[in-house]
């Protein structure tokens, strides 16, 4: 039998006779973990700051009383329950015992403004909440707004009686899991069932909803796995928020290869010392996380007197291109490779991820094989991308042509929750999701994302890269931080502007930042006013806001009809 669609035609071959009525679950992940890895610990950071551990024995019995627990509040198959927590170790068990009853995991960016965050409980149907204590203001503040809510599960080391806060139809997660049966018959879920559901930060718009199938993840825990090269005896931390695109797939891979995994808890960005600490003395080996949280950790550890041995770490970066400094100076310091890896909410999120191939290793200097690491990466197994043009034609992989990334694959979304059909076309191509990011794929099959579509700056008819431009302005040693827009200029469509954070002590003038940049940019793509800030505009997952930073410089270049 054949069946065709207008991009793909499946053709139905001979019957096999495996198990293919077997589902996919992402309860079998932690059951098998805890079945023959029961002494496997996981370390965990406590609210007060100290670290804690357990074994996977005991993580999978609280999963079990979790899941029980939720059941008695009356949580059915296809409810949505959200989470308000940190990467925690309650928040760790919940990855497992929500989906397990085969509801429906929301992940609650903690970030969002009330507004919004109400948005996505709301589209969502969410109807029970596990929030932390120290969550409980951000909680408090859409509680009024949510009616459809009908259960607030507290967690806390601390009894009810201690807790004060105004939710109503309050329950305490200790003391439920702790009154709930050991036992649980799992069922067996149907693999396309949503598991859980992540939404867009609505940078433009509203937040939109991406629901992620039990098949999809249970796929993508095996990508993430073979792709950084897990082994059993890999200690893996979870330092990207569990609340957002499942700190890509992480836990669940980590789990998968019953690693020992480290949950740091609350942390903040300008302090990353226990998480440095943390990654030394468990002896940490893969990790996840984004330049801002990378950079504060190499400052730290050059301030060590004795540098740590991290050659087996591997830490996947995302958000934002790594800079080369911060990739040699963990290579110098520490022997530790920092692995540049792409995706997205929608992507769940793995895409690319940067190793060498053999090839590119016999055939690259050391000063190459860095570069090429500014690279997003080679595709994975999977996942089908494609590059095409403003009216859908695809373009040439020959590294320097650009496209709009579109891609295709089994934990690729082909729709948004609650999407309105006329609005498929802005987001699908050819049953492609248009990412939006602009690339190069280069002969070896390299992908390389060179800007937004809505960033790239359009100057007299030509595209200027303003993450190139970001990244190379990094490798000032006076340059904190640099974002660069493209404003609105009367003669040229479109200039370069910069928003610049200086290092402590430093001053950096228009001038400079035009010298170290021409080393790659033509003169008439070279920034004509720069901004010096003590701060950098961000959206709530920590990217550079550029389209508050458009608005609040638009009329920088009005009046100005001079040469670019």
Known sequence: ???????????????????????????????????????????????????????????????????????G???????????????????????????????????????????????????????????????????????????GVRAWVVMSDKPLSQIETSLPNVHHYEDLVAAASGHIAWPEVDEHSAYGACYTTGTTGRPKGVYYSHRAIYLHSYAIATNIGMVLDDCTMLITPMFHGQA?????????????????????????????????????????????????????????????????????????????????????????EIVHAYGATETTPLVTMNRYKPSVRERLSEDELFELKRKQGLPVTGVDIRLVDGIGNDVVWDGVTPGEICMRGPWITQTYHNMPEDDRADRFHDGYWRSGDVGTIDADGYLKVTDRVKDVIKSGGEWISSIDMENLLLSHPAIAEAAVVGLAHPKWQERPFVLIVPRRGQEVTLEQVRDHLSSAFASWQLPDAIEIVSEIPRTSVGKFDKKRIRAAYAGTYEGDHGNA
């Open 73 to 147: 509040l009356g949580v059915q198959p296809g409810d949505r329950v959200g989470i308000l927590d940190w990467n925690s170790r309650r928040h760790y068990e919940l990855y497992w015992a929500i989906p397990g009853l085969a509801a429906v995991m929301v992940q609650l960016n903690l970030r969002l403004a009330p507004e919004d965050l109400s948005f996505v409980i709301e589209d969502s149907g969410t109807s029970v909440i596990c929030v932390d204590e120290s969550l409980l203001p951000v909680a408090e503040a859409v509680a009024p707004r949510l009616p």
């Open 1 to 71: 039998m054949i069946t065709a669609s207008p991009s793909r035609t499946i053709v139905t071959g001979y019957p096999s006779t495996m198990g293919d009525d077997v589902q996919l679950n992402t309860t079998t992940l932690i059951r098998h973990a805890a079945r023959t890895h029961p002494e496997r610990e996981i370390v965990y950071r406590r609210p007060d700051g100290e670290w804690d551990r357990y074994t996977y024995a005991a993580a999978y019995e609280r999963v079990v009383r979790g899941a029980n627990a939720l059941h």
């Open 248 to 336: 890509w797939g992480l836990p669940q891979a980590a789990t998968l290869m019953a690693n020992k995994i480290v949950l740091p808890g609350r942390y903040a960005a300008e302090d990353t010392k226990p998480l440095t600490d943390a990654i030394i003395a468990e002896g940490v080996t893969v990790a996840n996380g984004a330049p801002a949280i990378f950079l504060p950790m190499l400052h730290y550890i050059e301030t060590l007197e004795e540098k740590p041995d991290l050659s087996r770490l591997r830490m996947m970066s995302g958000a934002t291109e790594p800079p080369l400094s911060m990739m040699r100076g963990f290579h110098d310091l520490t022997g530790a």
